[in-house]
């Protein structure tokens, strides 16, 4: 399937606050520390060592006759400013970092345990006695410097260059015996951001290709500020990219891969509140890229803009993905839906912990698109998956229902792959190569490969079937397709569209063919038609699976059409609507008042939906629930508004043909 995701911009969070502006926090709090010594902090973004001790962790007085614990720079926030103070991440009320009470004191004390000098011992200040006074001197200097530093950073502060309200410092929450300490955001101040925090041990060794492991119970402190490496993977994602920029006239170096690891199963999440009691509705993303590529971070992905808006808290996970993910072998004896597994992993994490961060785990609502909203189509059929989300958002997804993988297949991919690679063919020895060997071996012996899920009896219970109506959980759905999905991908010739249309199923090439004719080109027609039989028809199948099952459907279609040559060039493309849904329009897309007006519009829509189940809200155009009787869908482009479903008859005439399903 086509689709890789968004462009990772991939630069470093900033660190945040240094020392001589913590020592003008100091100073602004009326009282100097002269004479303290500060041991030098760890590398921006390590890891703090839970039993280490880290001369930054002092208390500030807050100004109101409490004392909070001030976190070491490396994990403060790109917002952190002058005088503000640290907040307990389950109350909200001025506290430690380490579960320390405040204490009604007006100057600053470290908390209760020994200072860095004891630490060291006697032994330390001998050695320092004896440096002489050329050490001495030499300390006196920089003492003048960090003086002069002082001053000039309280004369900024003075003149307004640090706000009142800023939040200087990091957010936090516990998780099990670990610290996560995040950053807020730089364009919603109130959302705490938690980024890279992992949800199972690292597959790698042995733990390749096997199901995702329980994470043993971290300790400690973990600065989760920064995004971790994505899932290994080859460039399918970022030529998705290069072909999108190339039609709005972006040069291809612009885009670039970040960082790959088989040490990727992470997640990041976006909260505006934090605390057990906000109880704010979950939105967990699925990331697109033909179950091949793709990762979670991408920068139409990042959850801030739709936290703040939507008032929910948002959740990205990785998985594994193509060699990694979907892979067989006969020494697994049937076991390959490792990807899925992945996301099933993430999403126990979820129930158990996202409580804490603000959210709500008896609501939570999957969304993704291509690959991510097919793999949800698969979870929402999995029992290994049932009672771990309420609700689905699909964007274009659904061609799930034309696979017909089997474990069997999935082996002999294994064989060839194993036999791509030197010397031994057995699992323990493709479990010994590292992941390039592994990856080049699987580019060049399975190229051609669609990678995906396949029927294990566990996650995939059953492939769909002429035999069964098509089943699934009973969850809310919203679901739908852009109008010009494959345009991109297709041109104006009349040999690719009728071999598109010949892989089709053989009953249903006429219909398709005669729809394809309908439209006003040869490419459109190509889209046209291939778009209807892998998603358009899917997701009227799948809503109405919903509807029997006792859940509510709602369907769309995305109209927009971005203005400008690149706009012309694409269309309503693979992948167009996701900007609009987390408000992340790149700044090389051309957007204008409408574009705004409807990323407003969805971001509505898809709030609502997660936190009732029913899109519609005041000021927005009513939507109605998809019924097969009278189907109808809401067309989001320059307009809004509810009509008739598209070639919902041609669908549900096609439905055996194309899919083996009744509708």
Known sequence: MPRGGRRCRGQSPRAGLGRARQGGERRRAGRSRRGSRVRRQPARGARLHPHRRHDRDLRLDAGDGTEAALLPHDVRGPDAACGARVRDAGSGQAGGDRGYRPRARGRATAPPRRTPAAARGAGARERARRAGPAARLRRGRHRSRVSRGLCLLLLVCAAGGCRSDAVSAAPQVRVGEEWLVGRFGATHPGVASFLGVPFAEAPVGELRWQAPQPLRAPQGRRAATEFAAACYQDDYNIDWYRKVGAAFGVESSRFRNPPFSENCLYLNIWTPAIGADAKLPVMAWIHGGANRSGWSFESNYLGENLAARGNVVVVSIAYRHGVFGFFGHPELEGASNFGLLDQI????????????????????????????????????????????????????????????????ELEALGESLAAAVPERRDLAHLRRLNSMTILAAANSALKDHDWGPAVDGVVVVSPVSAQEPLRVTPVDLLIGTNRDEWYMYVDDDPAARDAAIDAMPADSRPALRTLADSEVSVRKGHDRAVTFANMVCAGYLMAGAVRHAGGRAFVYRFDRVRPGPGGERLLAYHGAEIPYVFDTHDNWLATDEVDRRLTETLIGYWSNFARTGDPNGDGLPAWPQYVAADARLMALGDTVASQPAPDHALCLEQADTLYGAAP
């Open 345 to 408: 992993a993430a999403l126990r994490w979820v129930q158990s912990h996202i409580g804490t961060f603000g959210g709500d785990p008896a609501n939570v609502t999957l969304f993704g698109e291509s690959a991510g909203a097919a793999n949800i189509g698969y979870l929402m059929a999995s029992p290994a998956a049932e009672g771990l989300f309420r609700r689905a958002i699909s964007q274009s997804g659904g061609y799930q229902m034309l696979e017909r993988r089997s474990p069997a």
